[in-house]
């Protein structure tokens, strides 16, 4: 087992935003940064989509385009265009191989794979992390990891199941994507989201705003009878399956010094939306600006911006039958470039 080993900056977790900051940091600065994560090898485990402006540095890595967004309310039809930007998909693996390849041409990075976070502690002017490969110090902590702990006070949820799915014929718009088509759930806000990669492949997915965490098989049931409503499909081959939850509310951490919390751990993520991707570029570079400054890396609070995510939170708690009537309105009466600032 490794002791003791000396980084400038360690990052926990190697996922989006542990990603984009490590490279962030190595591209401009001459730190000695260690990133452990985790999982055993990358693999591709979610789908990542964000706007084409701001154009980041995985704008171009986009598999997928999108230039006609819909919105179903009731049985009736939005479909949103804009000149100025699409919609993108991209694979997470292609996401992870691309900084991991830039990562490997750097001598001043080292990745550890299958390697856990067992205990963290600041110590004679350092922070001591203990993993199950061994025990490393740095001057600074990035840390991703998020507990149940950080959860508790969390009341409201976005949590989600998705399937790729092939189907025997063509049914799907591969040039329209389905943001939302909400479903009349009782004490619930729920809706579809579809993302078709041709004519005969999408991922077909059910997401929830509720205060509990469903079972397997109710999203399940979701999408098949999505499917079969729509397109009126039962019988498709399953090529892939993705689940995740994203707490639609602030986490509060014990501070610890020269520990700072990133990504959804760090509120990254919009509190009402879920959306973070972009926020990670921008955030990282305000780290490192920070940082090359000589200054405590800090991600001003937006206090208005947050207030109002908390009103509208507590809205759907309260008054889940009334959020369908919320969005309809949103999409319906105003442009995608203002509606793309709100979800941003």
């Known amino acids: 087992m490794t002791k003791n080993l000396k980084f400038d900056i360690i990052i926990v977790g190697a996922g989006v935003s542990g990603l984009i900051l490590a490279n962030e940091l190595l591209s401009r600065t001459n730190k000695k940064v260690l990133i452990i994560e985790k999982r055993k090898a990358f693999s591709y485990d979610k789908n990542l989509c964000f706007w084409s402006k701001p154009k ?12 006609k967004i819909a919105f179903y309310s009731n049985g009736k039809k939005k479909i949103l265009v804009s000149e100025e930007m699409e919609y993108l998909r991209i694979n997470s693996k292609t996401f992870y191989n691309f900084f991991i390849n830039k990562f490997k041409r750097n001598k001043n990075v080292s990745l550890k794979m299958n390697c856990s976070l067992k205990n963290l502690k ?7 992390i203990e993993t199950t490969k061994g025990v490393y110090n740095s001057d600074i902590v990035f840390d991703s990891s998020l507990s149940k702990k950080d959860l508790k006070n969390i009341k409201l949820f976005q949590h989600f199941k998705g399937i790729e799915i092939k189907t025997s014929k063509p049914v799907f718009k591969k040039d329209e994507v389905t943001l939302m088509d909400i479903r009349d759930k009782k004490d619930m806000f729920n809706f579809i989201y579809l993302l078709p990669f041709s004519k005969n492949r999408a991922l077909v997915e059910t997401t929830y705003f509720s205060p509990e965490i469903l079972d397997n098989e109710t999203y399940l049931q979701d999408i098949k009878e999505y499917i079969y409503e729509k397109f009126k499909i039962t019988n498709f081959d399953c090529k892939y399956e993705e689940f995740g939850i994203i707490p639609m509310g602030k986490i509060i951490h014990n ?17 009402s939306t879920g959306y973070s991707l972009q926020n990670a570029f921008v955030y990282s570079k305000k780290v490192v600006d920070q940082l090359l400054d000589n200054k405590t890396p800090k991600i001003e609070e937006k206090y208005l911006l947050n207030f109002l995510d908390k009103i509208f939170c507590n809205f759907i708690l309260v008054q889940p039958n009334k959020v369908e009537n919320f969005f309809k309105n949103f999409f319906f009466k105003n442009k995608l470039k203002n509606i793309v600032n709100f979800l941003n």
């Open 122 to 128: 600041y110590l004679a002017n350092k922070v001591v």
């Open 56 to 67: 980041n540095l995985v704008t171009d890595l986009a598999k997928n385009k999108w230039d």
């Open 255 to 271: 501070d610890l010094k020269n520990v700072f919390k990133i990504g959804v751990a760090g509120n990254w993520n919009r509190l």
